[in-house]
């Protein structure tokens, strides 16, 4: 052993070197700490719902989010309360100070998401997108709004055949569980939109782009298990972590040899694309400038954030449409009414299909995705006007959401496809109540500056493939079933992913 440290001076160069290392993992923790512990003693002065952090807590607030928030809102007598999500303690505003803070510059949402989905961890790709917003941003803000016109026409060349292979010809009725389905359908959409026909057809690139969502918020929710200062190590070592880390890595592989392909075609062709329909590459070459992008991880980015809330929406509102089929022969008749007027699907013909647009706003009302909305971190002290603080550090949410509030919608709880056609008719009220259009009462697509800037694009889809299912086939629950048990997970509701449908070829009565 002697030999082993034959210079003495080696030993003090040691410790020190332990030392430093172990005081630069302890000092951050510790300063985390304390601020974690001065941020919960400035948000003290809010009642506090469900404070306890143990397993059977968790258990609770993940079946039964919404009488906790219920029970939270009651308890502040309609003030802001703090809520235990199980990931952070949340600050929820009452939907009063929507329109407050809808704009605030110092809620930011990206903080938000860059904390809940450990935006700088490896795996995590989508989410730095989210964060990094330059280009990600432009791309999506300006050009794929700038692109809608030119989206509708591929989708509705391509919908009856992605139907057609999804459910095929069927004479006689067929069961099929429907949130799978409507998945593959609305994953070969947007791929072919964002991607290529190329893309649309690559099974590999059609189970990462679905799949992936679903694994990265199971790897967040792992994560969240540990304590902070374990998460940087045990990320290594996690399955639910291994697995987005190489879901991104076939991700590369596949969108890398795309990027350099557009790359040759656009040097060659004097610095411009050479194809008349761009697509999300294009976009992201544009808006980049020459800047390094990971293109890969804006790709799943996209998919994140459309593939599953379509499904969600589309999910929804043919369940809804199952349940209340006097609704179904009325869109059939607007369809065909509106195509013929119109002779092909384009931005306009979606656009006069009022009914389809306010029975898709009711399902949205009536189904609420989500208990509370409009997720922000404080990046900054914020004084509201009466007075309310909201401290640095602090996040935010807004509810409980009113999309059930009886003063604002009367029979809150029973599904009135014509809503929101009805509103409309009132003066002044055409553009209040479409779809897309974000108000203080409805908050599924966000609201402000942090509004969801896909939705325009995510309606197109949406009403394109809604239409050619109600044209093309029947559609009913399966014998002795009348109603539909969704799922409740936390503060998030979706369509039951496990109820089957059936369904039935039919003559459209007109080729849509």
Same mark, same amino acid.
């Given at each position: 052993?002697?030999?082993?440290?034959?210079?003495?001076?080696?030993?003090?160069?040691?410790?020190?070197?332990?030392?430093?290392?172990?005081?630069?993992?302890?000092?951050?923790?510790?300063?985390?700490?304390?601020?974690?512990?001065?941020?919960?003693?400035?948000?003290?002065?809010?009642?506090?719902?469900?404070?306890?952090?143990?397993?059977?807590?968790?258990?609770?607030?993940?079946? *039964?989010?919404?009488?906790?928030?219920?029970?939270?809102?009651?308890? @502040?007598?309609?003030?802001?309360?703090?809520?235990?999500?199980?990931?952070?303690?949340?600050?929820v505003?009452?939907?009063?100070?929507?329109?407050?803070?809808?704009?605030?510059?110092? &809620?930011?949402?990206?903080?938000?998401?860059?904390?809940?989905? #450990?935006?700088?961890?490896? +795996?995590?790709?989508?989410?730095?997108?989210?964060?990094?917003?330059?280009?990600?941003?432009?791309?999506v803000?300006?050009?794929?709004?700038?692109?809608? %016109?030119?989206?509708?026409?591929?989708?509705?060349?391509?919908?009856?055949?992605? $139907?057609?292979l999804?459910?095929?010809?069927?004479?006689?009725?067929?069961?099929?569980?429907?949130?799978?389905?409507?998945?593959?359908?609305?994953?070969?959409?947007?791929? &072919?939109?964002?991607? +290529?026909?190329?893309?649309?057809?690559?099974?590999?690139?059609?189970?990462?782009?679905?799949?992936? %969502?679903?694994?990265?918020?199971?790897?967040?929710?792992?994560?969240?298990s540990? =304590?902070?200062? @374990?998460? =940087?190590?045990? !990320?290594?070592?996690?399955?639910?972590?291994?697995?987005?880390?190489?879901?991104?890595?076939?991700?590369?592989? $596949?969108?890398?040899?795309?990027?350099?392909?557009?790359?040759?075609?656009?040097?060659?062709?004097?610095?411009?694309?050479?194809r008349?329909?761009?697509?999300?590459?294009?976009? #992201? !070459?544009?808006?980049?400038?020459? /800047?390094?992008?990971?293109?890969?991880?804006?790709?799943l980015?996209? @998919?994140?954030?459309s593939?599953?809330?379509?499904? *969600?929406?589309?999910?929804?509102? $043919?369940?809804?449409?199952?349940?209340?089929?006097?609704?179904?022969?009325?869109? /059939?008749?607007?369809?065909?009414?509106?195509?013929?007027?119109?002779?092909?699907?384009?931005?306009? %013909?979606?656009?006069?299909?009022?009914?389809m647009?306010?029975?898709?706003k009711?399902?949205?009302?009536?189904?609420?995705?989500?208990?509370?909305?409009?997720?922000?971190?404080?990046?900054?002290?914020i004084?509201?006007?009466?007075?309310?603080?909201?401290?640095k550090?602090?996040?935010?949410?807004?509810?409980?959401? =009113?999309?059930?509030?009886?003063?604002?919608?009367?029979?809150?709880?029973?599904?009135?496809?014509?809503?929101?056609?009805?509103?409309?008719?009132?003066?002044?009220?055409?553009?209040?109540?479409?779809?897309?259009?974000?108000?203080?009462?409805?908050?599924?697509? +966000?609201?402000?500056?942090?509004?969801?800037?896909?939705?325009?694009?995510?309606?197109?889809?949406?009403k394109?493939?809604?239409? !050619?299912?109600?044209?093309?086939?029947?559609?009913?629950?399966?014998?002795?079933?009348?109603?539909?048990?969704?799922?409740?997970?936390?503060?998030?509701?979706?369509?039951?992913? /496990?109820?089957?449908?059936?369904?039935?070829? /039919?003559?459209?009565?007109?080729?849509?």
């Open positions: 052993m002697a030999g082993l440290f034959k210079d003495v001076d080696l030993l003090p160069k040691l410790f020190l070197g332990l030392g430093v290392g172990a005081l630069s993992l302890i000092v951050p923790y510790l300063l985390s700490i304390l601020s974690q512990w001065n941020l919960s003693r400035r948000l003290s002065k809010f009642p506090f719902v469900n404070k306890q952090w143990d397993a059977a807590a968790k258990a609770k607030f993940h079946v *039964n989010a919404a009488d906790i928030i219920k029970e939270g809102s009651k308890l @502040a007598k309609g003030e802001a309360f703090l809520l235990n999500d199980m990931s952070n303690e949340t600050l505003l009452p939907p009063k100070y929507t329109d407050e803070i809808k704009n605030e510059k110092n &809620l930011d949402f990206h903080n938000f998401v860059a904390k809940e989905f #450990f935006s700088t961890y490896p +795996g995590f790709d989508a989410f730095s997108l989210s964060v990094d917003q330059s280009i990600f941003q432009d791309a803000r300006t050009q794929l709004t700038q692109a809608l %016109t030119l989206t509708v026409e591929p989708m509705a060349k391509e919908a009856p055949n992605t $139907l057609n999804v459910y095929g010809d069927a004479p006689d009725w067929k069961t099929t569980v429907l949130t799978p389905s409507l998945l593959k359908c609305v994953g070969r959409l947007t791929a &072919l939109i964002f991607l +290529g026909e190329g893309f649309m057809n690559n099974p590999e690139w059609q189970h990462i782009s679905v799949m992936y %969502t679903v694994d990265a918020f199971m790897a967040a929710r792992a994560l969240n540990w =304590p902070a200062f @374990a998460r =940087p190590f045990v !990320h290594w070592f996690l399955p639910e972590c291994k697995k987005i880390r190489q879901e991104v890595k076939v991700a590369h592989a $596949l969108i890398a040899p795309e990027v350099e392909k557009r790359r040759a075609e656009i040097a060659a062709n004097g610095g411009k694309p050479r008349k329909v761009l697509d999300s590459v294009d976009w #992201f !070459h544009a808006s980049a400038k020459g /800047r390094p992008f990971n293109y890969a991880g804006a790709e980015s996209l @998919a994140m954030a593939i599953h809330t379509t499904t *969600n929406t589309l999910g929804f509102a $043919l369940f809804d449409l199952i349940e209340n089929p006097e609704y179904i022969d009325m869109l /059939r008749k607007e369809i065909k009414d509106v195509y013929e007027e119109e002779g092909k699907w384009e931005k306009s %013909t979606l656009f006069k299909l009022k009914l647009d306010s029975v898709l009711e399902s949205m009302r009536l189904q609420v995705h989500t208990f509370i909305n409009m997720p922000r971190q404080a990046i900054a002290d004084k509201l006007k009466d007075g309310t603080t909201i401290p550090g602090a996040f935010t949410s807004v509810g409980p959401v =009113p999309m059930h509030n009886p003063d604002i919608y009367p029979e809150p709880l029973k599904f009135n496809g014509r809503r929101f056609l009805d509103l409309r008719e009132a003066p002044g009220a055409e553009n209040k109540h479409q779809f897309v259009t974000t108000t203080t009462d409805m908050t599924v697509f +966000g609201h402000g500056s942090h509004a969801c800037p896909g939705r325009f694009f995510a309606s197109n889809e949406i394109l493939l809604l239409a !050619h299912m109600l044209m093309y086939y029947d559609w009913k629950l399966p014998d002795g079933q009348d109603k539909v048990q969704h799922t409740i997970n936390g503060s998030k509701r979706s369509p039951n992913s /496990r109820q089957a449908v059936q369904f039935k070829s /039919r003559q459209p009565e007109v080729p849509v």
